[in-house]
């Protein structure tokens, strides 16, 4: 289907990343958009065109109710009010991943869910150019999609977070995952787990291959009449793992495809993420061959798990993009101490609990250093062995004072960083720059 774009008013929200990528796809089709930002000093203001015309501090403008096209950012809730009744109005409102999928010609590998999706994402790179293939890897992770739409490639990899999928409805991509499904960004939708859900599930629409989580229960709703549907996880699905005593085993239908101990990744979760990049590639019929060859090369991304420092017994870990309990609780899962472990959580929890830490908390020797919006909250999960502080650096000045060799300090928040910090990427670097200055 061809999408003509002349002649119609074109509002783009949001002066970001995505905003000026938008702006650039525009005007290399010779139209001219206008642009909104909610921000008074948005931090990408100066990457405007000169003849681009703008609106800052509000969303409630005039031209988002006299437009016929809007773009909204990922950063930016579909439900606020003028929105909503712009699409009561009848306007279309679509993201930078539709404009993409309208026009993109090179098979796609979309790949979503809770935890996960830019290890898994960067993985599936790195096995498609081991395998000979030029490979473009864009979205939630590295460039904005229409930065590398119509570039030489062979496949695009694209990560796609819920926000970036709520006002996308025609992409086609040859393989689409879900990683999991947790509950995370609750307070972002009116209805809940089940809207968060039924978005992740969006990505399955016209997708030719579907692969899916069977942890996650989905397998009954329609995509299981899909012709190509592959499931990981539990021992009845396709691809599986099993335990011995020393190691897991990686399988495929009673086929042992790899050993935990041959990979330089650690943990459950990221033995789970190698699972299921095996399945998209053998899906994308690489070779298995060239597939287990870059698993076994892969490290972990910086933020993920990321070990820092291993110096006179302690070990100090930053796995800042941990932005769920769920993703803790993988965290906490992968850790095979007998020392004390210090575990910093904090920041703003989007609205969930940290319940299903209880049990966790109560079996292990573990103190817990509650910071940030949601921290005097957090620290009700477990009084006593909780403290509360303002901010990390005041939780990083009490663990130096009572960490011991054969301990393990654990920075796996849980929460989002945006009430103290940028991005996740601030907050773990901030906490590496503290270890670096107090031990």
């Known amino acids: 289907m061809s999408y003509n774009y002349f002649g119609k008013k074109i509002l783009i929200l ?3 990343l995505t905003g000026i990528s938008c702006i650039n796809f525009f005007l290399k089709k010779g139209i001219t958009p206008k642009i909104i930002d909610e921000s008074k000093n948005p931090i990408l203001f100066m990457k405007i065109p000169k003849n681009i015309q703008y609106s800052l501090g509000s969303l409630e403008h005039k ?44 098979p796609v590998i979309a790949i979503t869910g809770t935890n996960g999706k830019s290890t898994v994402a960067t993985m599936i790179t790195k096995i498609a150019k081991y395998s000979g293939f030029h490979v473009l890897l864009g979205g939630n992770i590295g460039l904005p999609v229409l930065d590398i739409l119509h570039k030489k490639t ?29 509950k995370d960004h609750i307070n972002r939708y009116p209805e809940g787990f089940e809207q968060y859900k039924n978005t992740k599930l969006s990505i399955f629409h016209q997708a030719d291959t579907c692969i899916i989580n069977s942890n996650d229960q989905l397998e009954n709703i329609l995509y299981k009449n899909k012709k190509n549907f592959i499931s990981f996880g539990k021992k009845s699905s396709d691809y599986y793992i099993c335990s011995t005593s020393n ?35 053998d899906a994308m019929k690489f070779s298995r061959k060239n597939t287990i060859y870059a698993l076994k090369k892969f490290v972990s991304l910086p933020h993920r798990f990321q070990t820092i420092k291993n110096e006179n017994g302690i070990n ?124």
């Open 63 to 106: 031209w988002i109710l006299e437009s016929d096209l809007i773009i909204i950012s990922p950063g930016i809730s579909t439900f606020k009010p003028h929105l909503i009744k712009a699409r009561l109005l009848g306007i279309e409102i679509i993201s930078d991943i539709e404009l993409f999928a309208r026009e993109v010609t090179v």
């Open 316 to 439: 100090w870990i930053n796995d800042s993009k941990s932005t769920n309990v769920n993703s803790t609780e993988a965290a906490l899962n992968a850790l095979k101490i007998k020392g004390t472990i210090h575990l910093l959580l904090g920041g703003d929890s989007k609205s969930n609990t940290f319940d299903i830490l209880k049990t966790y908390f109560k079996k292990t020797k573990i103190k817990i250093y509650c910071f940030g919006k949601d921290g005097i909250k957090i620290s009700k999960v477990c009084k006593k062995k909780s403290v509360y502080v303002d901010n990390l650096k005041q939780a990083m000045i009490l663990i130096v004072k009572n960490v011991q060799s054969g301990d393990t300090v654990l920075l796996s928040p849980g929460c989002s960083s945006l009430d103290q910090f940028s991005n996740f990427e601030e907050r773990g670097n901030f906490f590496i720059k503290l270890i670096k200055d107090m031990t």
């Open 247 to 281: 190691a897991y085993i990686l399988c495929y239908k009673n086929q042992k495809i790899l050993n935990s101990s041959e990979l330089l990744l650690s943990g459950y979760h990221n033995y789970n993420n190698v699972l299921v990049s095996i399945a998209i590639a």
């Open 14 to 16: 949001g002066i970001g």
């Open 154 to 182: 062979d496949l695009y990899i694209i990560e796609l977070s819920s926000f970036q999928l709520e006002n996308t409805f025609n992409l086609k991509a040859k393989i689409a995952v879900i990683l999991n499904i947790y």
